[in-house]
Structures are given as structure tokens and as C-alpha cells.
């Protein structure tokens, strides 16, 4: 509808009229995320800083290292399927409540998604560890944190 604004200009506009705030949370973008990635990751931090009174812009704290934490647990959850202790993800799931990722990437990571692929052997010693790292998911981690 031609009234309604995007969460991105509703992000942007908050973030012009607070410009201090819009500085230090953008220091906390990594390397390798895109712009769809750290857009809703930024809002997941920008939600939730309420929840953990502690952290203050510019201060470090371990709220904030566990806020920061969360985000990225929720970002690897959204967008490279990952999952954690149940304890874990509902605890992501309720702090990202309401933001919503347009085009997000879908995954079988619940039990049922993941039994439905069937069963397979056992692959024999070394095998194990080369089928981890030819993982999509690891391959996209691991390149974030290349140093050629």
C-alpha cells in the first residue's frame, strides 16, 4: 500500500535520528555477511537491546556479547540452516519475532526433514571429516575467515 514504509525505512529512519547508535551498530558487521544478512541481523540487535538493560553504546559488557552472540545465532539459523539446543532456538525464535526476512533460505533442519533423506552408512574414517568441510554451509563460514 502506498501509506505503509518498509521495515528497512522504518530501520533507516530511526537509525538518521539517532546517528551515535547507527555508528556502533554498524561496527558489528562482519565481513562476509551481505546486505540482506546484516540488515536483518542489525534489526534483531536493534529489537532486542531493550531486553539486555545493560548494554550501552560504546560500552563493552557481556550483555552485549551475549546480544551480539544471539544475533549471529539467529543469522546462522535463518540463513544457513544451522540449528542449536532446543533451550537455544526458543529463545532465537522469540527474539526474532516480527522481523521478517524476505526471500529467507529454506532448510530441513528438523528431525523430520532430516530422516526424510533416508539412511545412509557410516562412511569409513577420514571421510567424515571431508564430507564436513564440503558442506555449503562450512565452505560459506570458512571463507569469511580466509586470510589469502
Known sequence: MAGERSKEDIVAEYLG?????????ETFRTYC??????????EFILRNMEAFPTVEPGVPSSSLDRLL??????ANHVFLGCSY????????KDMGEGIVVEDAP???????GILAR????????????????????????LACYSYS
Open 85 to 92: 539446543p532446543q533451550a537455544v532456538m526458543d529463545k532465537i
Open 118 to 141: 533416508g539412511k545412509r552408512s557410516a562412511p569409513a574414517g577420514g571421510q567424515i571429516i571431508r564430507n564436513i568441510f564440503q558442506h555449503d554451509a562450512v565452505q560459506q563460514h
Open 106 to 112: 529454506v532448510h530441513k533442519t528438523t528431525k523430520d
Open 17 to 25: 535520528q539517532n546517528p551515535h547508535l547507527a555508528q556502533w551498530v
Open 33 to 42: 555477511e551481505s546486505n540482506k544478512q546484516w540488515s536483518a541481523r542489525r
Open 69 to 74: 552472540s544471539l544475533s549471529m545465532v539467529w
